[in-house]
């Protein structure tokens, strides 16, 4: 699988000793409030086997460190395999640095470069003003507002979906 490598980071493949930070991950109430609900361990142990053999899916690292700074995934389309979507978290002490910008920024050259993909799609909820200004900063543009169409905890949130085209980066 590749590595994807930028001037400060390393996405590198999840591998079985990334387990630990996952679940860090996915039982962070900071992180998971934009989200989903947090899951049973069972669940999260499902959901990381399932980013074992993904194929473009990524743990963010720095250079210099092997601390996981977070994580970035791409999900080509089965209907249309030229659209595919992101998603990505960085843990909060990471959150302001630049780290999920330039992820996502050498993500979508991978997608534009390396996978046939001519546009990435992007879901956030309203709410989440730090990855509104992450994804506009990349040159995503807003698409469409889907009203109260994400529940989390048993409260109805807007959903954004914001679009990169290829021609864009």
Not at 61 to 70: A, V, W
Request: charged letters at 25%; proline letters at 4%; aromatic letters at 10%.
């Amino acid at each position: 699988m590749a590595t994807i490598t930028t001037p400060r980071l390393h996405l590198t493949p999840f591998e079985p000793s990334d387990w630990a930070f996952f679940r860090t991950l996915r039982e962070d109430r900071a992180i998971m409030r934009y989200m989903a609900a947090i899951a049973p361990e069972k669940e999260t142990r499902r959901v990381f086997a399932a980013r074992l053999t993904a194929p473009h899916v990524f743990v963010i690292r720095m250079h210099d460190d092997d601390t996981p700074l977070g994580d970035i995934g791409l999900q080509i389309s089965a209907v249309n395999r030229e659209e595919a979507d992101i998603g990505y978290t960085v843990v909060p002490a990471a959150q302001g640095k630049g780290i999920a910008s330039e992820a996502l920024r050498a993500m979508c050259e991978y997608a534009f470069n390396q996978t046939g993909v001519k546009a990435v799609n992007a879901y956030v909820l309203a709410d989440n003003a730090g990855s509104v200004r992450v994804l506009e900063k990349a040159g995503f543009v807003r698409t469409q507002v889907l009203e109260k169409a994400y529940e989390i905890d048993g409260v109805r949130y807007d959903d954004w979906v914001y679009r990169l085209e290829c021609s864009a980066v």
